[in-house]
């Protein structure tokens, strides 16, 4: 029975396709070493070509093969690529983690400037915009699959100050999911926001920013990249199987402190 059951879990993504951005370190790098343990084939997004070669070294250690990518998420081109690539070298395209993104420049609201603003937008929102134009109908033509994006507490359950461009954007991945639900489930394509609490990345600041960042949570820690990548692969696999146009929770128990 025990052979079984670790057969099983082991086998969450076997010869499935996968894309995953934000792959070159953090929750992104978690994430893609977890569903090539999981037997997935990926292709791995990232600005920083040297990140994303140490990940794909990391997948194929472990007998699966990535192809890398080296672009920017704002980019439409970024995503036609990645999607052709799947395609073209796997022949499906199965699920995505759509993980990038960045806070900007952090100031209050009146503060913020124009750029700022359209700057993180167009990462943490736009991009997610364009990976899902991209990647819905390639999965429809291979049977379906699973979009999942990488969303925040902050927006969601709560602001935090001089984050409101950030808060901004992660709070709108919400109704991106749902539209894709309302528009794509009867296809048998499902979208899920994962919304991390603190997690102990680069993102996570200095050691006093992590020390106060822990005390929001219940848990009283920020996670582990691997704990968030945890969470993804119950959404990105057929464990979630009815499961879309919802938010997932890996937080520490930080929206559960505050509202």
Do not use: C
């Not at 998420?73 to 993104?101: I, S, Y």
Request: proline letters at 2%; hydrophobic letters at 45%.
């Amino acid at each position: 029975t025990d052979g079984f059951i670790q057969e099983t879990i082991m086998t969450l993504l076997t010869n499935r396709t996968i894309i995953i951005s934000g792959a070159s370190s953090g929750i992104g790098a978690a994430a893609a070493e977890l569903f090539a343990d999981h037997g997935a084939n990926l292709v791995l997004i990232a600005r920083d070509k040297t990140g994303l070669e140490e990940t794909a070294t990391q997948v194929r250690n472990r007998g699966r093969q990535a192809i890398i990518l080296s672009g920017d998420v704002r980019d439409p081109q970024t995503h036609e690529r990645a999607v052709d690539r799947a395609m073209n070298d796997f022949g499906r395209l199965d699920g995505a983690f759509n993980n990038a993104g960045e806070t900007g420049d952090m100031s209050p609201i009146a503060e913020i400037s124009l750029e700022t603003f359209e700057h993180v937008l167009a990462t943490n929102l736009t991009g997610a915009f364009l990976a899902s134009k991209y990647q819905i109908p390639a999965m429809i033509e291979t049977g379906g699959g699973s979009i999942v994006f990488t969303g925040s507490f902050v927006g969601v359950s709560a602001g935090l100050p001089t984050m409101g461009a950030y808060a901004t954007a992660k709070s709108g991945l919400l109704g991106l999911i749902r539209s894709i639900t309302a528009d794509y489930a009867a296809q048998n394509i499902r979208s899920t926001a994962l919304l991390p609490g603190g997690t102990n990345t680069r993102m996570a600041g200095n050691a006093d920013d992590r020390e106060w960042a822990a005390g929001l949570h219940a848990m009283k820690r920020l996670a582990d990249p691997q704990e968030i990548a945890q969470a993804a692969l119950f959404l990105v696999s057929d464990m979630s199987s009815f499961v879309s146009g919802s938010a997932l929770w890996a937080d520490g128990g930080n929206a559960a402190v505050k509202v």
